[in-house]
């Protein structure tokens, strides 16, 4: 084992010295490019900085996405129709498996920047990717079902050419994974006459229309045919290649030092060297060292474990095959990176079996099947806490039922202590008198307990009907917008009125997930009382997309928003709750400030090890009589605002379940300030 070790020393020390030189680097240019961005004039001078910028922090997937916006939007401006191709692509690719909604919102946009015929091939490999996605990653088939049922339903002779071939992709598309997911791999081979149809009439574009969703199909044939052991594979995967290259060379616009065009290279490489006998053995080794080589010199460490793994799998070296999956699991374990270990672990419990050492392969297998136990944990969660929140709506029904039921039998005892004092009266009138005055006393304590249980009923009753209100009105409203624009969509033959009926629809449909998202996590959040995980954060750039979105979405022009975030920051916190707190805290800024500025700070008070985050604005403000009232359930300091109410009282279960304190700030004068406090 110890040349395997020096050999795997020697190469990760490689790879953390070009990391280190690179960063070194990439942080002189950013600094000057981000000059040059404040001396730009026109859209494509932004364009061009804001692209490499983008290049340049291509390793940072959140910092490269907003780079990506900026340059699709000065690309419009500029009529950049490359730029435009280019940034909406990336941005797909980059959000499709982790926040698909986002991914899904540039595909539609992409319809209205890039509305002409010569760009229907381009949009449609855009969806035609991220429905793709969302089965190889998500293992959801709703949408391309739908998507495939509404070719289904078209008038014969009414798809144009360009939905014809995306209709023939997906559907070999979903035969092949859905194959995958019954376990009917002998099916996978039904998918490839599709894919090639799809292909024959793709031949019939220029290259320059066609050449995303080629290069899309091609993947997908070369995947079937690896699947079917067809040596064919391989030449599907060259034809990649050489697509990869012909699109880059088109891009004359300007240089581009920074560019990673050697990563899609690598990948193709790798799965070269996964066609094993496909291949000759020179063949595999020529592809094994042009993936190595590029791999080394990006510093992508799991590009090198896994593809050296089934390469020394293939040959035969078993332990060095497992010394590198060993190596890619205790990379995993410090990035975090999310993978299917337990796929891993099974894998080198076959090698290990094969080696002879039969106690870490029965080590390997448990292991993994450990990890397959805890995923489909996971998903029955999931599907747990769905069930909930309807347990909850029925809890609080019940809840009423039984107080109510209360209140009666209160009622009909106090009612007949009356009647038995009435009976004593009349037979004991002299006798009687001192224990009237006590019946008398309890019967008006008991007179003020029934009075005080009737309120708390009633108030009860009230904020019930003031939350079904709200909620119907809040639901109502989205769902009266889809119907309309919907029918109008029916009738509509204009393009144009029908992309602006289905923006309407798209951002209805949002605010009602959003909603329905908010309820859900409430319900989950009061009906759990465990820790929540915490990770290490980094706050300022936390929140720095959280006010750049927000800025986006307010869309006004007459508020200026203001990152105040300081010097860099990191804690252990819980990124996802914090970041509905902020965004929780930053639309109800905005929403309660017309004109003026929004303030985000952030303060790391280390003697205390408390970190310090407030929002504060130029708004209405709130009363000092309302300033804790406001953390109440359903409560809302204007009624004609749109909202639940439960905004800031899920933002204060949230920081109390992570440790710490929210409040309004009763020194600031100049409208709100709502400050939070977290130790760490």
């Known amino acids: 084992m110890r040349p395997i070790s020096l050999k795997t020393l020697s190469g990760a020390l490689f790879i953390t010295l070009c990391a280190a030189t690179t960063a070194f680097a990439a942080t002189t240019e950013a600094d000057s490019l981000s000059a040059a961005l404040s001396r730009a004039r026109t859209p494509a001078e932004r364009e061009q900085t804001y692209v490499r910028l983008a ?55 992409a319809d209205s920047l890039l509305p002409d015929r010569r760009f229907a091939l381009f949009r449609a490999s855009l969806n ?65 006459p599709y894919v090639e149809q799809a292909l024959a009439k793709l031949e019939k574009y220029p290259l320059e229309e066609r050449v995303h969703f080629e290069k899309l199909c091609r993947e997908e044939l070369a995947d079937i045919y690896l699947y079917a052991d067809d040596p064919r594979a391989a030449g599907q995967i060259g034809r990649c290649i ?35 006998g496909l291949l000759t053995r020179e063949e595999v080794d020529g592809y094994y060292d042009k993936c190595m080589e590029l791999a080394r010199g990006r510093g992508d460490r799991e590009e090198i474990y896994n593809t050296s793994a089934r390469y020394y799998r293939d040959r035969g070296d078993y332990e060095r095959s497992t010394a590198y999956m060993d190596s890619l699991l205790t990379h995993y374990a410090e990035t975090g990176k999310k993978a299917d270990l337990g796929s891993i672990y099974i894998a080198q419990s076959h090698l290990y079996e ?14 993994g099947n450990d990890f397959r136990y805890h995923s489909r944990m ?33 009622l009909l005892v106090a009612g007949g202590i009356v009647l038995l004092l009435l009976a004593g009266w009349a037979a004991y009138q002299q006798a009687m008198v001192r224990r009237l005055k006590l019946a008398r006393t309890q019967f008006m304590a ?50 144009a009125a029908r992309q602006a009926f289905q923006a309407e629809i798209w951002k209805s449909t949002t605010a009602l997930t959003a909603l329905l998202e908010n ?130 009282y899920l933002c204060r279960l949230i920081v109390t379940r992570l440790g710490g304190d929210i409040r309004v700030c009763p020194e600031y004068s100049g409208g709100c300030c709502i400050r939070i406090e977290l130790p760490y």
């Not at 959140?62 to 941005?91: F, I, N, V």
């Not at 065009?261 to 996964?274: D, I, P, T």
């Open 519 to 648: 309820m859900l996590e409430l319900s989950q959040l009061v009906s759990s009382e465990s820790p929540l995980p915490v990770a290490q954060t980094d706050i300022r750039l936390l929140c720095a997309e959280r006010l750049e979105l927000q800025k986006q979405l307010g869309d006004n022009p007459a508020v200026e928003y203001v990152n105040e975030a300081g010097t860099e920051i990191e804690i252990p916190t819980n990124a996802f709750y914090l970041t509905r707190v902020v965004d929780n805290l930053l639309h109800n800024a905005a929403k309660f400030t017309a004109a003026g500025r929004i303030t985000l700070r952030c303060r790391n008070d280390e003697p205390r090890r408390t970190l310090q985050i407030s929002v504060s604005d130029t708004g209405i403000g709130i009363p000092p009589e309302k300033q804790e009232w406001v953390f109440e359930r359903f409560t809302k300091v204007d009624p004609f605002k749109p909202g639940s109410g439960i905004g800031l």
């Open 128 to 192: 035609a990717f991220w429905l793709w996605k969302q089965m190889s990653v998500a293992n959801s088939f709703e949408a391309i079902d739908r998507a495939l049922a509404e070719f289904r339903e078209r008038q014969p002779g009414s798809l144009t050419p360009e939905e014809e071939i995306e209709w023939e992709f997906l559907t070999g598309l979903s035969i092949d994974y859905s194959s995958i997911a019954t376990e009917a791999y002998g099916n996978i081979p039904q998918a490839i």
């Open 354 to 367: 094969k080696a002879g050492d039969y106690a870490k392969a029965l080590e390997a297998m448990r292991k």
């Open 55 to 109: 290049d340049l922090c291509a390793d940072s997937t959140a910092l490269a996405a907003l780079y990506w916006e900026a340059a699709l939007t000065e690309a419009a401006g500029a009529g950049d129709d490359y730029g435009c191709r280019e940034a909406l692509d990336r941005l797909v690719q980059g959000f499709s498996a982790k926040q698909p909604e986002r991914a899904l919102e540039y595909v539609r946009l």
């Open 242 to 276: 050489d697509l990869h290259r012909a699109w880059v060379a088109a891009d004359k616009r300007f240089e581009r030092p920074r560019r990673d065009s050697a990563e899609y290279l690598m990948r193709s490489y790798g799965k070269m060297v996964f066609l094993g």
């Open 378 to 410: 996971d998903q029955a969660q999931s599907k747990l806490a769905e069930m909930q929140a309807l347990y909850d709506v029925n809890r609080l029904e019940l809840e009423k039922s039984r107080l109510a039921d209360r209140n009666k039998l209160f």
């Open 446 to 495: 008991a007179s003020e307990e029934a009075q005080r249980q009737s309120r708390r009923a009633q108030e009860s009753e009230k904020m019930k009907t003031a939350f079904i209100n709200s909620m119907c009105h809040e639901i109502r409203t989205p769902l009266n917008a889809i119907n309309g624009f919907s029918e109008l969509l029916l009738t509509e033959q204009e393009p």
